[in-house]
């Protein structure tokens, strides 16, 4: 797992990763990040926080299978395989921070990182797009994990000031 001041070291390693081996790495990554959210979900019924809060997390879990899908489909189109290609870098998992500590905010922190990280690869991935199919579908995906980094930071605001 990646440790949230480790994403800028991620991100260079990222770059050095070809088309294919990128995809494969981000599409586990954005199932991840599914799994995350509907766990930040649950937390926020455990500890009786406003609906608001758990409706965002069950909408950016949807949204990170949506993007899984998406990627898929780009990367069969592709690769004309289902096959995603090991990729030995670490997680982006932050699941396993929500576990150890259960201070909704610090992972809600990092998640923001993970976000402004998405953000990044799917720029990345839109740089080395070979087709402008690929490039549009990569630069949406990139300005959605914007609009999910809004919504968190939000959120944190809201936290902060002891709204949610």
Known sequence: MVEMEDFDGLLLQLKELNLRELLSYWILNERKKAELYEMLARKARELGL???????????SLEAIRHDRKLMSVYERTFNT???????????????????????????????????????????????????????????????????????????????????
């Open 82 to 164: 289902k096959e995603l290609l090991p990729v030995t870098l670490p997680s982006v998992s932050l699941a396993e921070k929500l576990e150890e500590s259960g201070d909704v905010f610090r992972v809600l922190e990092a998640a923001l990182r993970l976000e402004a990280l998405a953000e990044e690869v799917y720029k990345i991935l839109a740089g080395t797009a070979t087709d402008e199919y690929m490039k549009a579908v990569f630069s949406y995906l990139g300005s959605t994990e914007r609009l999910h980094r809004r919504t968190i930071e939000s959120l944190i605001k809201e936290y902060r000031y002891g709204h949610a």
């Open 50 to 60: 406003d609906d608001s809060a758990y409706d965002i997390f069950k909408l950016l």
